[in-house]
């Protein structure tokens, strides 16, 4: 599997940017689908995920302005930042996770930065 990410870039706070990455190769049935994002001198921690059944998950920081979706045709992840704030500036990583039975398999994209200023 690998993933490749696009639509990272430059805004100003309160503005929009839209995330894509595609995973080519096959997917088990059971697998999540994500966005991580590491600042400068930061851990990498989790934006948000969409597990193949619907199930997301938020960072608390992001909740009511980033909205992840999916398209389990083209295996391709994206995510709707809205309402940009320059704390959001970051490199974001694509993740996609999968298993069949047993132990989970993780994939990440090579990452794509996105700076917001004020």
């Known amino acids: 599997v690998q993933l490749q990410a696009s639509g990272g870039g430059s805004a100003r706070a309160g503005g929009f940017l839209r995330l894509s990455c595609a995973a080519s190769g096959s997917l088990f049935s059971i697998n999540v689908m994500g966005w991580y994002r590491q600042a400068p001198g930061k851990q990498r921690d989790l934006v948000a995920n969409?597990?193949?059944?619907?199930?997301?998950d938020y960072a608390d920081s992001v909740k009511g302005r980033f909205t992840i979706s999916r398209d389990n045709a083209k295996n391709t992840v994206y995510l709707q930042m809205n309402n940009l704030k320059p704390e959001d500036t970051a490199v974001y990583y694509c993740?996609?996770?999968?298993?069949?039975?047993?132990?989970?398999?993780?994939?990440w994209g090579q990452g794509t930065l996105v700076t917001v200023s004020s």
């Open positions: 969409m597990a193949s059944g619907g199930t997301t």
């Open positions: 993740k996609v996770a999968h298993r069949r039975i047993g132990p989970w398999y993780d994939y």
